[in-house]
């Protein structure tokens, strides 16, 4: 399902974290690591007394100098083939070319990064790219960065049958079998049948899975599920069952998003 993981960093624990989980997928889907880090020249200071050329050379040296930095952290810890990349750039221009001109068909990336270079924060490059990538996105929160090897032994599927939810269905039994993670698919409401359909699926795919049927707030209780459960990963989809508790980015997944303390991977239409 994966055969190109594009990995994203400025450097920083989110950044890091999501790295360590692409790579675990990577190893898992014998897939290809592109690993991109990139110079904004939007962040150069230039109201300062002085050569103005000098200044602006240094800083893209310096900004050059870390981005190279970041991305050879990253190929230093791979176990898989990776290309490494450093561009001059607007990020969200560059990240959404880059998926492109890579072929890529995963997104791993942080939602927090260094203040003030690059940031990857949830309400700008993040949720721009969550907004706009035809790809899944794992999203990790800067919460998570522990430093510790990711292990997924536990997946948690928001369900509630439509065609966005279907998909996210696809990934999450796909990761859970090459992982070889428990997958619970979780349907917040009153209709079981979403979640015993994905069971039903996983099962024939050899993954052992467990159907799960609850009410309240989606988002509250998706997350409160993932916690009891202990769960590694959290997939959803961008778009549900009109006017019922749509699982759509703006609404609960976007809510999943900000408040997760777990890695999210958010499947698109």
Do not use: C, K
């Not at 240094?58 to 450093?86: L, W, Y």
């Not at 490059?125 to 997924?152: F, K, S």
């Not at 999450?172 to 359909?197: I, K, M, S, W, Y």
């Not at 309240?216 to 009109?242: C, F, K, M, Q, W």
């Amino acid at each position: 399902m994966y055969d190109t993981i594009l990995i994203p960093t400025d450097g920083s624990d989110a950044a890091t974290t999501a790295a360590r989980y692409g790579l675990t997928l990577a190893e898992r889907f014998d897939a290809t690591v592109h690993v991109l880090s990139v110079v904004d020249p939007d962040r150069f200071v230039t109201d300062s007394v002085g050569d103005v050329d000098d200044l602006i050379r240094r800083q893209h040296e310096r900004f050059e100098r870390r981005a190279r930095d970041a991305v050879d952290r990253v190929a230093g810890a791979s176990a898989v083939p990776v290309e490494t990349h450093v561009v001059e750039g607007r990020p969200v221009t560059v990240l959404a070319a880059a998926i492109d001109d890579y072929d890529a068909d995963l997104v791993a990336m942080g939602t927090h990064g260094r203040s003030g270079v690059d940031r990857y924060l949830l309400g700008s490059l993040a949720e721009r790219t969550l907004r706009t990538a035809h790809v899944p996105v794992l999203a990790v929160r800067e919460d998570d960065a522990h430093g510790a090897a990711p292990t997924i032994a536990t997946v948690l599927l928001a369900t509630d049958g439509s065609e966005g939810t279907e998909r996210a269905a696809d990934h999450a039994v796909t990761v859970a079998a090459a992982t070889g993670a428990h997958l619970h698919a979780l349907t917040v409401g009153d209709d079981d049948g979403p979640a015993e359909r994905v069971v039903a699926r996983a099962r024939e795919a050899g993954v052992d899975a467990t159907a799960a049927v609850r009410s309240g707030r989606p988002h509250e209780t998706i997350l409160g599920y993932a916690r009891n459960h202990g769960a590694d990963l959290v997939v959803v989809g961008t778009h549900g069952r009109s006017g019922v508790e749509r699982v759509l980015l703006g609404s609960v997944a976007e809510r999943v998003l900000r408040t997760a303390t777990r890695p999210v991977l958010v499947v698109g239409p």
